[in-house]
């Protein structure tokens, strides 16, 4: 769907407060409704009606950038800390397809190139290939052949992160959309620093070129050439890459696939062990397969993280003392590295020893570990619960003994 992206702050609070009245008319029809039906309505049952979670992901994605992120990191928790409704609501922004009108595109990048900016090229699309919470990407052809993948940032959306962000978020609370006990401050920080490293464009350009620069040489991967003459701090233009999704090795041969899936961790292994250097967001769309020649295709570097030589070397301890160490060196390893405090309670310290020791399972297996038979993931869900339920348990105790 096509529609303009509202770029002003006025506007953008606008949509929001458009959203809050459309959820309060909507729960008060439907309360009329079932009370016109002998039930007594629940609040959870008036909030989560089909009509307020299509507003709901109506509006975030039609406004994009912060909104749209922030309500893509909440749908990640897949139901088990939120409620599952309103997971499932979320989690529709994810691969939801607003984009901007060809007009809109059109001023972007008469700024960023001025008017003749078509005469660059043999051909462009104004239909995206794709469309995120930052910006869109859009095919080109030079009239030397050379294909261009070029990736054009929305109009503000730099401007309105953190205020789109805290809005959203008010939003949730105001409605209760949000548990009481859920920490929600580190949410709203991670949110606000991903997304401004996702919008400097150049710093994205900086990020390639060193990843291409740490992969030389490795006929694994591929990754896409940054065009500088080209690129903006609100334009990045590469060269295209056409792979596959990585998800088609599912249907390739198992040494193929066992091939590909070493590749991707030794890469991990790199990144955070040996270059410090680290792309941080999982999404799979960040990953294509060239099945011709067998390689990789990396795309994305918007968020990327620089790690010490110091948060290097904990890590790696904390590595090892998995792999043959026993609870005592972990929980040591584990406080090095940052992930446990020394007010932390026994049970919420127990929870992150067995959480690092299964998900480093695999590094302990004999031979080939066969994670499509294995319930790792649940059982780490699960864990990660029962550290939520110690932290809110601690924080309910405090209240308590202040309240004496």
Known sequence: MNRQITSSRIGRLSLLGKLASGIVGGMVSEGARQLAQGKR?????????????HRLTHRLSEMRGAAMKFGQLLSMDSGQVLPPELSQVLERLRDNAHQMPSTQVTAVLQQAWGKKWQSQFKRFDFIPVAAASIGQVHRAELHDGER??????????????????????????????????MNFLPLLQEAKHQLHAEADYLREAQALTRFSSYTSGDERFVIPEVMESLTTPEVLTMTYLDGQPIEHLSEKPGAERNAAAAAILELALHEVFDWGFVQTDPNFANYRYQADHGRIQLLDFGATREYSSQQRAALRTLLQACIDGDDLD????????GYLE???PRAYRSAIIALLR???E??????NYNFATSDLAERMRERLLTRL?????????????AAD
């Open 358 to 360: 299964d998900a480093t």
């Open 342 to 344: 020394a007010t932390d």
């Open 41 to 53: 309505p629940s609040l959870g049952n008036l909030l989560l009606t089909p009509d307020n979670a």
């Open 362 to 367: 695999p590094v302990r297996a004999e031979g």
């Open 330 to 337: 972990i929980e040591h390893a584990a406080a090095t590295a």
């Open 148 to 181: 261009l993948a070029i990736k054009i940032q929305y109009p503000g959306i730099k401007r309105s992160i953190d205020s789109d962000v805290d809005n959203v978020a008010s939003l949730l609370r105001l409605f209760n959309l949000i548990p009481p006990d």
């Open 389 to 401: 339920r110690a932290r809110v348990a601690v924080r309910d105790l405090t209240s308590r003994l």
